[in-house]
């Protein structure tokens, strides 16, 4: 008798150690299972796939109007948006950081979408679900380290399950990427336009080629956009401009397109 209710008990044990590991396992144990160097034992050693069930993991990174990237500027903040696929699963769940080489914290994680949350493992920053979701879409924003960093390494664990509270059943896959760092931009901003000067009358600036220079705001909404001539000098009248940070962004245009990559620049307006 005293055998059964031990075996009754620990098969209970397991099954509660899967439930709360729903809820996110840096958060639940304490553990970081990303995949990325120094980390721990990925998910499927809980999350065993002996069955039908497939999963896959991507990640988009885009900057602040919405283009996907493949190198940041220094200080800038992009959307990072981590997912799962899955041919069977009910729920998706995830765990991602974002690294150097020598495996310490590159940039920072801030704003989790829902069911996303922000954990540290260690002094490693880890951004994982808080509770499955049925879309297996996870999103944050990061900021991207200070200048002269080089190049950041993003590691992600991606979870399709069938909620069961079982170790089997349910498929894994991981994957990674990196970020070069785009010092081209620095070096190419007095080619492409002078520093955009504001004032009390508005934004002046200069573009060196022709292009197309528009005003964003935070949450990627365009205000303000016109072409521009090479060595066309431009004021954008204050009128005509939101009051806080606006994004500027200047692409060149015709023979310059391929031989200059775009440019932004974040500006404060106060009115």
Known sequence: ?????FAMSAVSIIALSLIS???????????D???????????????NQPGAMTASSSMTITNIIGEEVSTYMAGDTYEVSFNVTSNTAVGYGFQATSVFPDGSN?????????SVQIESVESRHIVEHSTPNSTGIF???????????G????????????LQSQAFGDAYNGMSMSLTENTNGIEELYRLMDQPIVSSNGI???AVVNGIVSLYDLNGRLNYTTSLIA??????????????????????????????TPQSWRVVVQK
């Open 33 to 47: 299972r990303t995949g990325a160097p120094g980390s721990a034992q990925s998910c499927i050693q809980c999350h």
């Open 231 to 260: 060595n066309e000098y431009l004021t954008i009248d204050a009128s005509e401009i939101c009051n806080g940070i606006q994004i500027i962004r200047f692409v060149p245009q015709d023979q310059f397109s391929s031989t200059f």
């Open 151 to 162: 190049d950041v390494g993003f590691y992600m664990s991606g979870l399709a399950a069938n």
């Open 106 to 114: 590159a940039g920072e994680f801030t704003n989790p979408g829902t």
């Open 1 to 5: 008798m005293k055998k059964i209710i």
């Open 139 to 149: 999103t944050t924003t990061w900021i991207a380290p200070e200048t002269g960093s």
């Open 204 to 206: 002046s600036m200069n």
């Open 21 to 31: 590991s729903s809820d996110g396992v840096a958060e639940v144990q304490n553990q």
